[in-house]
């Protein structure tokens, strides 16, 4: 889920640019992110237990699109807890328990 706003610090030193500009360089990329996204397609098959793998294809399309401008991906899945999303950890918790 990746730590609340992140993206709005960055937003003043971040750049648009294509992405063949990091041709012959490595990439990390959220890998739970990915799928989550991709899940999107395909959450009622998921939701009632059908059979799917379209969250699978867009996972690949994904990859499939760094690798056809000479790009890398290193697929990272979060392991242990991080410090600095401590806070947000802790807000999770109370919200999913407050939801119950």
């Known amino acids: 889920m990746g ?3 992140l993206l709005p610090a960055l937003k ?12 012959g360089q490595k990439a990390a990329v959220d890998g739970y992110s990915w799928l989550h996204k991709g899940a999107y397609c395909c959450a009622r ?9 379209k969250f ?3 996972f690949l399309s994904r990859i499939q699109l760094l690798r056809s401008n000479g790009v890398e991906p290193v697929v990272v899945f979060d392991g242990g807890r991080l410090p600095i999303k401590g806070q947000e950890e802790q807000s999770r918790h109370r919200a999913r328990k407050e939801a119950r």
């Open 3 to 5: 730590v609340n706003g």
């Open 12 to 23: 003043p030193i971040a750049k648009q640019t294509h992405i063949s500009k990091y041709k």
């Open 45 to 53: 098959e998921l939701c009632e237990g059908s059979w799917t793998d």
């Open 56 to 58: 699978v294809t867009y």
